[in-house]
């Protein structure tokens, strides 16, 4: 049995409209029926482009979305359903963090009142003075100076500030830690001091991660088996290493031709798969396989009309594809150009992935959403877990 | 003569009642027609205020311009405001990294495109929103003729920083500024950006100065390409000699740091140790000595020059380059 198993995980969001947002007129589908294991002490690298849900699917394992539907187990315990008195000793051991270290740190607490908050609401050190001794151990570990203790967030640059959310989730000695875009802030030379950082964590405490992140290298680095996201669902998993071998979705092999690699000779050899048109609204996701808008190799039966299950392909390599046997072995052919055509001609197809996402303009504040991904959820945390903090003692 | 010239500029910013602050410290480079020359480096080495310059978009008080850009045998740095304003648009043209602040989001996007071919090229009418539909078209955005009636939040992110490209292009510029143009995009939609970029070179012969973080997009796109630290360029090579032999510290230890898609799980990063914070004024030594492993006292005399210790064009501002016996691991 794995640590933490979500099975068919949905997280709709209702759209509000009308005078008073009082009437539902549809759902945003952010997740939409998705299943995955993490294996005690590996890392789970889910990877996806923005808006395709990872982060409110990281925040549904830990309840801080609503579930729509699905289980989220954990240890053997369905948190899905759990009462909420009951979900504060499994938050201890389930802690997240975010991208945007900076919104997720309250600016007039010090470092020390930080990480002794969710200390103390936990129960963990009997005292200050103990709480303290711990504090400084785990700063240490994360690689800052204990005088770091007395200093407040903006005395510290956006690689600092990260490890500082990192030591704030270390200590209440998690199980698992979800990491939402844990480097995506930093520049390249300290998002490597944040990643080696992370690893030996791992080594040393057998953490569990859930690693969400749009950058596909550095989820390839670090995961031991990486999910890839498209609107809402999993289109394929797979070992880190035979996804890199050998991607067989259709998306996947779209979204690993276009990572950008520091080589010259590979950038050369490279031959891009560009996809038609932009990622359709998950307010109203294509019916069928929802790739086929963009699909270069979709065909006219089945891909419009039936959504395909994620299934085994061989040896723990999952696809959600009706045709990637065909596709492996060559015998349905591309549909579409992906060529500088896929980009420069107006295909029907592209056009109507387009007509869809417009529906992004009728969300009243879907597109802030978008843009603002990492401050306002993380805010809207800070928030959370100071009432999930408080109430105990009340 | 390149048909960009940049020697030695400089940006000092001289707020009242505040430090001068230096963000350009002497950054020299050319861009040929039909050439593509990358400025990269981390957050706040001075990518932005270098292109701002160029293009005349710096407040006029308060900031301190050094050295010259020459457009074409013009002084870019010297002009005047009006003559400026002219060749912005006509012979340069720039995109930012996030299209929406570069679109006025009340005016639907074919009035703001026939607006530049109005006064750039003189079209009018049916003629200037026919062609504005063939331009949109051109970048990829389907349905030209309903997209023009639409305002920039109804159009995507990709879909907005491809109409920036077209009006960019719009009265083909000779030389166009791209700064992060991809870094608020997912990364397919980043490639079919790169992929118009690239076209656009090749097609018209466009200079493109491209301003990046990413060295994965210089790999793919520069030909030749500055690696800038701390408001000065510290390496300056053709593309594939810079990633074979990446020779000052810093590009060394960039190139160290970045996780690569193809290369195997488990392979260590090697980063640089402390950020960008951790620096010396250029005046005092190398800048990069608190970071740097090849640190010596040497390096503390004042700015290193620019050398060529590896091959001719190749250079590399350092004391202690890093040169192939150090490459070779044991
Ligand atoms: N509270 C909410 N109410 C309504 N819609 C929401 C809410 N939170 C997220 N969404 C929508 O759900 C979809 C998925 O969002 P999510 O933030 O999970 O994406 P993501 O994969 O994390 O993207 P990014 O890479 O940009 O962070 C988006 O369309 C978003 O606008
Ligand atoms: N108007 C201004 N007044 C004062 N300082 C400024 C101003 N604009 C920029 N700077 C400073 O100049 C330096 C260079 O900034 P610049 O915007 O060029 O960096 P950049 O390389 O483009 O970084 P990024 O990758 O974050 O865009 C920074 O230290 C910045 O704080
Ligand atoms: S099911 Fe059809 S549309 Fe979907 S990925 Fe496979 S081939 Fe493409
Ligand atoms: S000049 Fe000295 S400190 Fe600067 S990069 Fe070279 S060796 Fe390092
Ligand atoms: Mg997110
Ligand atoms: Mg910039």
Redesign the pocket.
């Known amino acids: 049995m794995s640590l933490l198993e979500l099975d068919g995980v949905k997280v709709h969001?209702p759209?509000k409209k009308g005078l008073f947002f009082d009437r539902t007129v549809g759902h945003?589908y952010?997740?939409d029926g998705v299943s995955l294991s993490v294996e005690a002490g590996q890392t789970y690298g889910l990877v996806?482009?923005?808006?395709?849900?990872?982060?409110?699917?990281g925040r549904a394992v830990l309840r801080l979305?609503d579930i729509t539907d699905g289980a989220v187990v954990f240890d053997g315990t369905d948190l899905a359903k759990l009462p909420s008195e009951e979900m504060r000793s499994f938050r201890r051991r389930l802690q997240m963090v975010f991208q945007d270290p900076l919104g997720s740190l309250n600016p007039r607490q010090n470092i020390e009142s930080i990480l002794s908050e969710g200390m103390a609401a936990h129960n963990i050190g009997k005292d200050q003075a103990e709480r303290r001794e711990k504090i400084k151990e785990i700063l240490a570990k994360v690689g800052l100076p204990s005088n770091a203790m007395s200093r407040y967030p903006h005395e510290f640059s956006g690689g600092q500030r990260q490890r500082i959310g990192i030591a704030r989730a270390l200590v209440l000695e998690p199980d698992v830690i979800i990491c939402?875009?844990p480097v995506s802030a930093l520049d390249v030379s300290v998002q490597a001091q944040v990643i080696n950082l992370l690893e030996e964590l791992q080594e040393s405490l057998g953490l569990t991660y859930l690693v969400?992140a749009?950058d596909l290298a550095v989820v390839r680095h670090i995961s031991d088996v990486i999910g890839v996201?498209y609107l809402?669902g999993l289109v394929e998993e797979a070992p880190s290493d035979a996804l890199y071998a050998g991607p067989r979705h259709p998306y996947t092999k779209a979204l690993m031709s276009a990572v950008p690699v520091p080589d010259p000779e590979v950038e050369d050899r490279r031959e891009r798969i560009l996809l038609h048109g932009d990622l359709p609204?998950?307010?109203n996701p294509p019916a069928g396989c929802r790739f086929h808008t963009r699909c270069p190799w979709v065909q006219e039966t089945k891909c419009a009309t039936e959504r395909p299950p994620l299934l085994d392909t061989g040896d723990g390599h999952k696809v959600a594809c009706h045709f990637t046997a065909e596709i492996e072995a060559g015998t349905v052919k591309q549909t579409l150009a992906t060529g500088i055509e896929a980009v420069v001609a107006t295909e029907a197809v592209a056009a109507e992935a387009v007509e869809v996402s417009e529906g992004d303009a009728e969300?009243p504040?879907?597109p802030a959403?978008?843009e603002e991904?990492?401050t306002v959820?993380a805010q809207a945390d800070a928030g959370e877990a100071e009432r999930a903090e408080e109430s105990p003692k009340a | 003569m390149a048909l960009l010239s940049v020697e030695e500029l400089s940006v000092t910013f001289t707020a009242r009642g505040r430090k001068d602050a230096t963000a350009v410290d002497g950054v020299s480079f050319d861009v040929d027609q039909g050439q593509v020359v990358g400025l990269v480096g981390e957050s706040g080495c001075g990518k932005s205020v270098t292109s701002l310059a160029l293009m005349g978009l710096l407040p006029r008080k308060g900031v301190r311009i050094g050295g010259r850009a020459e457009f074409d045998g013009q002084n870019l740095l010297g002009i005047s405001e009006r003559k400026l304003r002219d060749m912005r648009g006509s012979q340069l043209a720039m995109i930012f990294q996030d299209p929406l602040s570069s679109l006025n989001p009340v005016v639907p996007i074919g009035i703001q495109v026939t607006e530049i071919l109005q006064r750039h090229r003189g079209l009018k009418g049916e003629k200037a929103r026919k062609e504005a539909a063939s331009l949109l078209d051109r970048v990829g955005i389907p349905d030209p003729d309903r997209r023009l009636k639409e305002y920039p939040h109804q159009l995507s992110g990709g879909m907005r920083q491809r109409a920036l490209i077209a009006m960019a292009v719009a009265c083909a510029p000779r030389l166009l500024i791209a700064d992060e143009p991809t870094t608020a995009l997912d990364v397919t939609i980043q490639a079919q950006i790169l992929e118009l970029l690239k076209e656009l070179v090749d097609q018209e012969g466009t200079a493109l100065l491209m301003i990046t973080h990413d060295l994965g997009v210089v790999a793919g796109l520069c030909d030749e390409v500055n690696v800038l630290y701390a408001g000065r360029a510290v390496e300056s090579a053709g593309r594939r000699e810079l990633f074979a032999h990446p020779t000052h510290p810093y590009a060394h230890g960039l190139l160290g740091s970045i996780p690569r898609l193809d290369a195997p799980r488990g392979e260590p990063l090697n980063p640089i140790r402390g950020s960008i914070n951790d620096k010396i004024a250029w005046a005092d030594g190398c800048a990069f000595a608190p970071r740097c492993d090849h640190y010596t006292m040497e390096c503390l005399t004042g700015t290193p020059e620019l050398t060529e210790p590896r091959a001719a064009g190749h250079q590399v501002r350092c004391v202690n380059p890093v040169l192939p016996k150090a490459e070779v691991p044991a």
């Open positions: 969001f759209v945003v952010a997740v996806g482009e923005s808006g395709c849900g990872k982060t409110t699917l979305n939402d875009e969400i749009h996201m809402g609204s998950p307010a969300v504040d879907a959403k978008t991904p990492a959820p």
